[in-house]
């Protein structure tokens, strides 16, 4: 008898979650990630800038991970 009166509890909770998740929705949150990409305008006028770009330290050391990992694979 206990358990019933749980379950029942849990299945109310469970409803009422999904009633308010429901109603709270909202029609804009349903676009896709093509329309909102479609809808975006100045896509080709973004520019690169220079300082954030990896440096040639950077560059070596995941070149040299990459390389080490292989070893790794390789030899263990």
Do not use: H, R
Request: charged share 20%; with cysteine; proline share 1%.
């Amino acid at each position: 008898m206990k358990n019933s009166s749980f379950l029942k509890l849990v299945l109310l909770c469970c409803l009422l979650t999904a009633v308010l998740w429901v109603s709270t929705m909202d029609e804009a949150q349903a676009q896709t990630a093509d329309q909102k990409l479609a809808q975006q305008s100045g896509l080709g006028s973004k520019k690169i800038d220079a300082d954030k770009l990896p440096g040639k330290l950077e560059y070596t050391i995941a070149i040299g991970s990459v390389v080490a990992m292989i070893a790794v694979v390789k030899f263990a």
